[in-house]
């Protein structure tokens, strides 16, 4: 299973925590994108995603806001697909990158924590709002909330619920066949 996972970060001037990037490389050792959107400036944005590992090839993929507004919705389907990295975006555009991305079929988490971010996190597939530093309007709109406002948080439940769901198809694959067999009997 794959998926996606919207970071969205504000104003990262600290440099990232070592479990946030741990979780990072779990998260795509799992088959999930992160992608980070967050109002920075590029360059700044590139160097954190570097920090944190949030790249597909050698370098970041880098877009700004300005240059999404000028692209048409293939283009940006595409340009959110490769992209790692998206700065300066208005919260419009938070919306319409998670849209593009669920239109070509992919599962969309995504992370925030303000009013801007509200649209985006009720369209997502799972919206997880920050509980301690979110916005109320935030947490409204989230269909779960980090209480921690720690993201190796999300890659601890993601873990967690596939372990589960793994347990869930044995229990199924072992009681269906036990179960037929039963009724055949009496049968």
Do not use: W
């Not at 990262?12 to 990072?24: F, G, S, T």
């Not at 994108?33 to 590029?42: F, N």
């Amino acid at each position: 299973e794959t998926g996606l996972i919207f970071l969205g970060l504000q104003g990262m001037i600290a440099p990232p925590r070592p479990e946030a990037i741990a979780a990072v490389h779990a998260c795509q050792s799992a088959g999930i994108d992160v992608k980070m959107i967050t109002g920075d400036h590029v360059l700044t944005a590139r160097s954190i995603a570097q920090r944190m590992g949030i790249k597909k090839g050698e370098q970041v993929l880098a877009f700004e806001g300005k240059e999404l507004a000028n692209i048409g919705e293939h283009q940006l389907a595409q340009a959110v697909e490769d992209g790692d990295v998206f700065a300066r975006v208005a919260p419009a555009q938070k919306l319409q990158l998670v849209e593009a991305l669920q239109s070509k079929g992919e599962f969309v988490a995504m992370t925030g924590d303000g009013v801007n971010d509200a649209p985006a996190l009720k369209q997502a597939d799972i919206g997880i709002a920050m509980g301690k530093g979110g916005t109320e309007v935030a947490r409204e709109a989230a269909d779960m909330l980090l209480t921690d406002d720690n993201f190796a948080s999300i890659e601890a439940a993601v873990e967690e619920g596939r372990t589960v769901y793994q347990n869930l198809r044995i229990a199924i694959a072992f009681l269906l066949p036990v179960n037929g067999c039963e009724s055949m009997t009496i049968l």
